[in-house]
């Protein structure tokens, strides 16, 4: 049996003894039998086999095979998965290894990775972290590590040692950003102490730090962790005063945060999900107002940063952008507003960005629910009623391209499929029209997060669909026509996109 393959079952002492036989094989290559190991722990690891993994690293030290850092990174995991308080043999065992000189900084990260795997205390992780600092004193630590302790810091309550951290390492001045550390602090402290918060806040006025939107960013995001609808949109009210004195400006993050706030906690009377709070939106922007100072301040041609000089700086660049539409065009839909999530479609189109597998995952997953609810509603009613038929499920009939049997739903599991690909098709452009591109298949659309075509998709699909949603969500309830359609799009663009700006398109790039 190939070893690896082993190593996916439980092994037992007999299993074990073949590991290390297998081991000591005079076939294998010297320095293939520490990366073999390895391979053999992390299996182990991964299904928590631990003492069977701490097994197989004895054996290869006994058999005189020096161990990977990254093997290294898994034992010591392992090792204070069990004990997360050990013993002074055992910390002094610990230090051993973080002080050789191949366990490098990469390796350590790999470590502390694998002690968030196995919920390790981050008390434990900072303090491991501030020990393997101390244990390299010949080398200065990296940014990025130093950031990381940080983080666990604040994770762990500990904000005066975060405060000290950043002070002893003099990781303000080091930076371009200089409050950069403090909102990493801000951001990583446990959403229920906003007195730590208050204290981050005053230590940088005391240092005269100056504020800079990353600070911003982190405390709007705070209050989407803690659906504070009414306080992100206070937050942002201060930056957006300061933005006409001052050289602050919203940027992506911002509104990422503001608009996955607004996408869950706007509505107050949404029905098919329930976890949606009620909240008194108060002195809260209307989402179109949010979107038209987005583009104003973050995809104008003024205030969009410029297209990176290497095209896979680019590509990031507009990904980042087409992330942020998508979640402002999940939003539209989430309130119900399709006129506004068509202008959103609309705008992708015109900056050059592509319609993905992921966008068509986005509506069709709403669309799908929308019409199953729609469904389900018309059935209580007719059931309530003494009725055998359904009674008006407008909205599902009408995006889905005609009447259908209602024994469809009855089955939710594939309910959902059926009802994605019948949208696609009745949808479709109509034989002989000219497509832009090809319709994705249902496997591919739900395979978004993994994978996606690069191929040109055909937007009409989701056009057609959300020219239908709007004729059929009407003040009536009835289905109105093409006129007025185009009428409330216009209105919508009107409200969405302020006409005297030059907006940022990645067509010209």
Known sequence: MDLLELAKEKPHRKRIAQ?????????????????????????????????????????????????????????????????????????????????????????????LEHMAVLDIPVETAAELTRIYISLKQDQQPSRSLVMKLIDLQAQAGQIEAAAETIALYDISASSTVVSEPYARAIHSTPVSDQAAVDWIMGVMREKDVPIHIIVFNALIGRQKQLKDLR???????????????????????????????????????????????????????QPRELFADMMAYWFSVVSHPPAADTRSERQEQMTMDASLLLIAFRTFLYLDD?????????????????????????????????????VNVARARARAQGEADLTDPVFAFHVMGGEFKYSKMDKADKAYRWIVQRLLKSNARGEGEKSSGRVPTYEEIMGHETTLSGDKLDEWPLVSILHRAIRSSTPTGHIWGDNWRQEVVRKARWMMVPADDEYWSWKRK
């Not at 293939?32 to 701490?54: C, H, K, T, V, Y």
């Not at 992100?232 to 919203?250: E, K």
């Not at 503001?258 to 976890?275: A, E, V």
């Not at 705008?347 to 986005?362: A, D, H, K």
């Open 231 to 285: 306080k992100a949109f206070a937050i942002y009210g201060v930056l957006m005063r300061l933005v006409h004195s001052t050289p602050l400006r919203p940027d992506a993050t911002t509104y990422k945060h503001l608009f996955r706030i607004l996408g869950h906690l706007y509505k107050k009377d949404y029905k098919p999900n329930k976890s949606r709070a009620e909240q008194d939106v108060g002195t809260v922007p």
């Open 19 to 111: 590991l290390r036989q297998s081991l000591r094989s005079e076939d294998l290559p010297i320095p293939s039998r520490p990366l073999l190991a390895q391979n053999i722990i992390q299996f182990l690891f991964e299904r928590r086999l631990f003492d069977d993994a701490m097994d197989v690293y004895r054996h290869m030290l006994e058999d005189g095979a020096i161990p990977l850092p990254s093997t290294d990174a898994l034992f010591l995991a392992i090792v204070v998965s069990s004990s997360q308080a050990p013993a002074a043999d055992q910390l002094e065992g610990i230090q051993t290894i973080l002080a050789y000189s191949t366990f490098t900084e990469p390796f350590f990260m790999e470590f």
């Open 338 to 374: 399709y006129p506004g999530a068509l202008v959103i479609l609309q705008l992708m189109l015109e900056m050059g960005i592509p319609v993905t597998e992921r966008v068509y995952f986005v509506l069709t997953r709403y669309m799908a629910r929308k019409v199953y609810y729609d």
